[in-house]
T-cell receptor, first 116, second 115 residues
Framework: AQKITQTQPGMFVQEKEAVTLDCTYDTSDQSYGLFWYKQPSSGEMIFLIY??????QNATEGRYSLNFQKARKSANLVISASQLGDSAMYFCAMREPDTGRRALTFGSGTRLQVQP | DTEVTQTPKHLVMGMTNKKSLKCEQH?????MYWYKQKAKKPPELMFV???????INESVPSRFSPECPNSSLLNLHLHALQPEDSALYLC??????????????FGPGTRLTVT
């Protein structure tokens, strides 16, 4: 069984500063995918970034980067130059291996608040 | 275009009502999903359709009935719901090709209240 752990229920960051949201995972599979989603108060889940278990380089998408440490089974999200619009709930998720299931298992989430 | 649309945005229904939630995507994705999300909790998978066939049912009560009429549409038919079914219902879609990370694109959700 797969498990995603996000230990930070809430985080505060000053506008324009960088912030790291933690995510650890547990799986016995060799092939897996890790995702980060943002959920504003409106409810929509917005895909941010993806890291494959065999990817040698950390994924980056604009201000988002994923600090992937495979041996430690961690996949932390780094947001650089925080903006007020970054205030939202952030979920780390793992895709189950390619058994045809394609389901996502989500962590409990971290609520980020960006302060002016 | 990475848009998944859902209607209605809000729905209030009584326990004896029958209603349907609708989801639509035009990204050519052949996998579509229904998730249920309670307040302050992560989404929980309900159903997965792959190539218009139901591939996963996460032991969801029969008062929830999914339907995939074509590759772009996904419905969730609701009947005789309970107040504890009140939640945000999210639809998502994804590619199914082996070289894709299968990132799922979500719609804005339907906020359901059962009275």
């Amino acid at each position: 069984a797969q498990k995603i752990t996000q230990t930070q229920p809430g985080m505060f960051v000053q506008e324009k500063e960088a912030v790291t949201l933690d995510c650890t995972y547990d799986t016995s599979d060799q092939s897996y995918g890790l995702f980060w989603y943002k959920q504003p108060s409106s409810g929509e889940m917005i895909f941010l970034i993806y890291q494959g278990s065999y990817d040698e380089q950390n994924a980056t998408e604009g201000r988002y980067s994923l600090n992937f440490q495979k041996a430690r089974k961690s996949a932390n999200l780094v947001i650089s130059a925080s903006q007020l619009g970054d205030s939202a709930m952030y979920f780390c998720a793992m895709r189950e291996p390619d058994t045809g299931r394609r389901a996502l298992t989500f962590g409990s989430g971290t609520r980020l608040q960006v302060q002016p | 275009d990475t848009e998944v649309t859902q209607t209605p945005k809000h729905l209030v229904m009584g326990m004896t009502n029958k209603k349907s939630l609708k989801c639509e995507q035009h990204m050519g994705h052949r996998a579509m999903y229904w998730y249920k999300q309670k307040a302050k909790k992560p989404p929980e998978l309900m159903f997965v359709y792959s190539y218009e066939k139901l591939s996963i049912n996460e032991s969801v009560p029969s008062r929830f009935s999914p339907e995939c009429p074509n590759s772009s549409l996904l419905n969730l038919h609701l009947h005789a719901l309970q107040p504890e079914d009140s939640a945000l219902y999210l639809c998502a879609s994804s590619q199914v090709t082996l070289d894709s990370p299968y990132e799922q694109y979500f719609g804005p959700g339907t906020r359901l209240t059962v009275t």
